[in-house]
Structure formats: C-alpha cells, structure tokens
C-alpha cells in the first residue's frame, strides 16, 4: 500500500514534504516502509530524489525537507513494495527523457498480468526494474507517443483511455508529469485496519483546491508544509492530510492540470 502526494500551482512553492510523518498520516502505522522518491519539477527538466530505504532513517531525505526546491509541480511516492523488491530501480517517481522533456510516473496499486499483455511484452527488456509501475510507465509514453497527442486534451484522452484499461487488470492511481502538465488518475486502494489491509476501495486519491481568497495563508499538516500559499493551487494525496478541505475523487476521474488550472477533467 504506497501512499501519493503530488501539487499544481500558478508560481513556484516550497513544500516541506516530511515522507515518513507522510507514511504514518497515510495510514502505516505498523508496516515498514520500502523507499521513497519525490520529484520537483521545474519548467522541462526537474529535481529527483530516490531511496529504496525508509525515510525515518535517510539522511537525504532530511536534506530534501530542509532544503526543499521551489516548484510548481511535484510528485512524491513513499513506497510499499508489492510488485518488485525493495530496490532503487523499483523506487518511484520513475522518469525518462522524450524529445527534451522529462517524463515522470507514480503509481498507487497492483496491476496483475499486465507483462501477459500482448502490447505490454516488447517494453519488458527496457525496464530498468521490474515492477508492473515501470512497465505501465514505458507503455503510457508509446500510447502518447504512437497518437502523436501533442495538444492538452488529446493527451488527456489517451492518459484516461490507458488508465482505463489498467483498471481492468488492479488499482490504477496514477501520477504523470509531461514536462509541462500534471496528469491525475483516481481508482481504489487498499487502507490499514486493526484488522488488516482491506480490499482496494475508494477513494483512490483526494484533492484538496486553494484559490486567490486564500493568498498569504500557511498550510500545515503531519506530513506537508507551505509556508506561504500564492494563487490558485491543487493537492492531490492518498488521504486527506488534515481535516478541512479535502474531498475524494470518483473512481475514473481523469484530469490534466497546468500552474494551478484544472484544464480539463473526464470520467473515464
């Protein structure tokens, strides 16, 4: 059960984002954690952090709270492994470099027999891991590639269109960043009970929305802080991080945001 955090905002933020306070706010209280990763995007190229081990232990990621860069789009992932090992190549956000850009996916979930897929096979090979997360990143970026889907709505069609199939295989909460918008997908996913993990529910993620009547203000949760919010801004988490503001979005719900506008959003 991983836990996804991801921003969109009009100017550049700082977020202190605390990954292992993050975890437990997400509901692992009691399991240990398999990595973490956050990415910092700015303009077509952006700053990664990695670590296949837990970030209540990482010097790095003490350095990435203090020293966090500004960005408008970020994307955080704190790993349970499910499919894969605990390993810096199985760590999320994965990236890659297409035509100048970078391109960056995190995933919530477990898509069972997606390398038996027909359209899935020829990417196997060009993983760097071996997760169905990395697999379902090559396959997305050929999808995008092969529909030459240069225009902001024709990208989303085929994000929600790709998304939708993986929901035939598992949980599909996704995270994309194309060097120049953030791509959303909500499905279901598993929560923490003294009982156990549950089965995959929803919601799969929540967005929480800031606009110009909240200029000035500070935002602060067991997991994340912004000092200072300026303009309109979207947070998108597995759960909500603190008590006011959140609301769950519908499984199928696909959207494609720019600097803090939602441009578009379908049901897919």
């Known amino acids: 059960m991983c836990e996804l955090f991801a921003m969109s905002a009009s100017v550049p933020h700082t977020v202190r984002y605390e990954l292992d306070l993050f975890a437990a706010e997400g509901g692992e209280r009691h399991r240990n954690r398999d990595g973490w990763g956050i990415l910092f995007a700015q303009d077509r190229d952006a700053y990664l952090f990695r670590e296949p081990d837990p970030a209540s232990t990482s010097e790095l990621a003490k350095m990435v709270v203090r020293d ?59 993983r760097i891991g071996d997760t169905d997360s990395e697999l379902a990143f090559l396959m997305l970026l050929d999808r995008l590639h092969t529909a030459k889907a240069t ?48 089965e995959p529910r929803e919601p799969g993620l929540n967005i929480r929305t800031f606009d110009t009547k909240d200029s000035g203000d500070r935002w602060k949760s067991r997991g994340a802080t912004i000092e200072r919010i300026d303009g309109p801004l979207h947070l998108f988490a597995s759960v909500p991080l603190d008590p006011e503001g959140w609301k769950p979005l519908p499984r199928g719900t696909a959207m494609v945001l720019k600097d803090g506008e939602i441009l578009s959003e379908v049901a897919s």
Do not use: C, W, Y
């Open 68 to 126: 966090a860069p500004v960005s408008k789009h970020l994307i955080a992932h704190v790993r349970r492994a499910s499919s894969g090992k605990p390993a810096l190549a199985n760590t999320h956000p994965f990236d890659r470099v297409v035509d100048g850009r970078r391109f960056a996916f995190a995933h919530n979930g477990d898509l069972p027999g997606i390398e038996n897929r027909e359209d899935a096979r020829a990417f196997i090979p060009h």
């Open 151 to 198: 225009e902001t709505e024709a990208r989303l069609q085929v994000f929600a269109r790709f998304a939708a199939e993986m929901r035939e295989l598992g949980s599909s909460n996704f995270l994309f960043f194309d060097g120049e918008h953030l791509l959303v997908h909500a499905d279901r996913r598993r929560f923490e009970t003294e009982d156990g993990l549950t």
